[in-house]
């Protein structure tokens, strides 16, 4: 299987690195591809240009080939923390130009675009990682979880991708080694349990 992994973390020595570091190896010690991206470290420019809403519009080569991968993965894999309840800008970013019509989603026959699109992924499943530094009551207490929504309604229910999983660790900032140890083996149980061994 293709796996599509998106990190989104701008410093490498960050708990959300360590997590995508250790979700590779285990999609490669099952025998799948890792189609991997850091965001951060490739310089994704997140800024959609105007010229580049309409369906047939111009890529550039960057573009292009995160939407190729996109398109060719079996699975998805997002790894990000958790800033004011939504991803990082330059995740956002990635989700404006790459979660395109005709690549993740299409509009019915003479849809004019104001209807219910159409799922277009392949993928038949979607982890989505992410760290937080605010107490689990506090989060549900007072902010909800609008990332729940996000991920699982807003762009992979949306695309067709209907088998979502979601991880949460926290709180990070206070966290001991033994309990990074311990996230880090959740992460790659999951992994391994969505994306088992290819044979």
């Known amino acids: 299987m293709k796996i599509l992994v998106i990190?989104?973390?701008?410093?490498?020595?960050?708990?959300?690195?360590?997590?995508?570091?250790s979700v590779c190896l285990q999609l490669e010690k099952d025998g799948h591809t890792v189609l991997f991206h850091d965001l951060y470290q490739e310089g994704f420019d997140p800024v959609l240009p105007g010229s580049e809403i309409p369906r047939d519009s111009y890529l550039n080569a960057s573009v292009k080939r995160h939407c190729t991968d996109l398109q060719m993965a079996d699975g998805v894999i997002i790894i990000h923390p958790n800033w004011w309840g939504m991803p990082p800008a330059i995740l956002k970013g990635w989700i404006d130009r790459i979660i395109r019509p005709g690549i993740a989603y299409r509009f019915i026959e003479g849809d004019a675009g104001d209807g219910v699109p159409v799922?277009?992924?392949?993928?038949?499943?979607?982890?989505?990682?992410?760290?937080?530094?605010?107490?689990?009551?506090?989060?549900?207490?007072?902010?909800?979880?609008?990332?729940?929504?996000?991920?699982?309604?807003?762009?992979?229910?949306?695309?067709?991708?209907?088998?979502?999983?979601?991880?949460i660790f926290r709180v990070v900032i206070t966290s001991?080694?033994?309990?990074?140890?311990?996230?880090?083996?959740?992460?790659?149980?999951?992994?391994?349990?969505?994306?088992p061994e290819s044979t």
Do not use: M, Y
């Open 119 to 167: 799922g277009l992924l392949q993928a038949k499943a979607a982890i989505v990682i992410t760290t937080s530094n605010t107490r689990k009551e506090r989060e549900e207490t007072v902010f909800g979880d609008p990332l729940q929504l996000i991920w699982k309604q807003c762009v992979f229910g949306l695309c067709g991708v209907l088998q979502f999983h979601r991880l």
């Open 176 to 195: 001991s080694l033994q309990e990074r140890v311990s996230w880090l083996n959740d992460a790659t149980e999951l992994t391994h349990r969505i994306f």
């Open 7 to 21: 990190l989104a973390h701008p410093d490498p020595a960050s708990f959300n690195h360590a997590i995508a570091k």
